[in-house]
């Protein structure tokens, strides 16, 4: 079956600090990988997706990148972080038209 | 482009049915419920792909009118573990295959 790890659980940085997320997903192949944010008490926004390795699209413009160096592997980093980046963050794939989400990593940024 | 939820919340009695309803003012391909519970990770709940389409999980069903580019959720005699906010994500018809647009979320609150 498969699962999807993120880490760390949760996070505390301070303002224009970096940010490293990690995402990994096992038991399948070649899946979408996706970057969500929640912000407290709102909906869910799509970051980045990617369709294979080395393949990333933004949808939000925003101080925050992604990488996928490998098939299962997606990156979230920041070269400096800002306060409103502070949220939930949710790794989810694909590989049948569903997505599962990871179970996240909350980042406070103080 | 986000999808609207309404209602905005409610509150239920075990055993009492609500209806969750999703509407989009763009052309849809699909649309995917989950259910999020408080400091958790969004539980996904099923898909619906076609117009018309209906599924059921449990007590928990929905549909899709692909003509009003509209679903709604229906959960039927409601228990405690209902307890959450759903969250409706669509995928426009023609978008990006996978990405999902998700509405403000509908938080339930299911009381003994």
């Known amino acids: 079956s498969q699962t999807i790890h993120q880490w760390p659980a949760t996070l505390v940085q301070p303002v224009g600090s970096p940010l490293s997320l990690e995402c990994t997903v096992e038991g399948t192949s070649n899946p979408n990988l996706y970057w969500y944010r929640q912000a407290a008490g709102r909906g869910l926004q799509l970051l980045f997706y990617s369709v294979g390795i080395g393949q990333i699209s933004s949808e939000v413009p925003q101080n925050l990148s992604a990488s996928r160096p490998q098939d299962r592997q997606f990156i979230l980093s920041s070269k400096k972080l800002l306060l409103s980046d502070s949220g939930f963050y949710l790794c989810a794939w694909s590989g049948f038209g569903e997505q599962y989400f990871g179970p996240g990593t909350r980042l406070t940024v103080t | 482009q986000q999808p609207v939820q309404s209602p905005q919340a409610v509150i239920l009695r075990e055993g009492e049915d609500a209806v969750i309803n999703c509407s989009s003012s763009?052309?849809?391909?699909?649309v995917h419920w989950y259910r999020q519970k408080h400091g958790e990770a969004p539980v996904f709940l099923m898909i619906?792909?076609?117009?018309?389409e209906q599924k059921g999980h449990e007590k928990i069903s929905a549909s899709f009118n692909e003509k009003k580019q509209q679903s709604s959720l229906y959960l039927t005699a409601s228990q405690l573990s209902y307890s959450g906010t759903y969250f409706c994500g669509t995928e426009l018809a023609g978008g990006s295959q996978g990405n999902l647009i998700f509405g403000k979320g509908t938080k339930l609150s299911v009381k003994p």
């Open positions: 619906l792909l076609k117009g018309g």
């Open positions: 763009k052309a849809l391909y699909s």
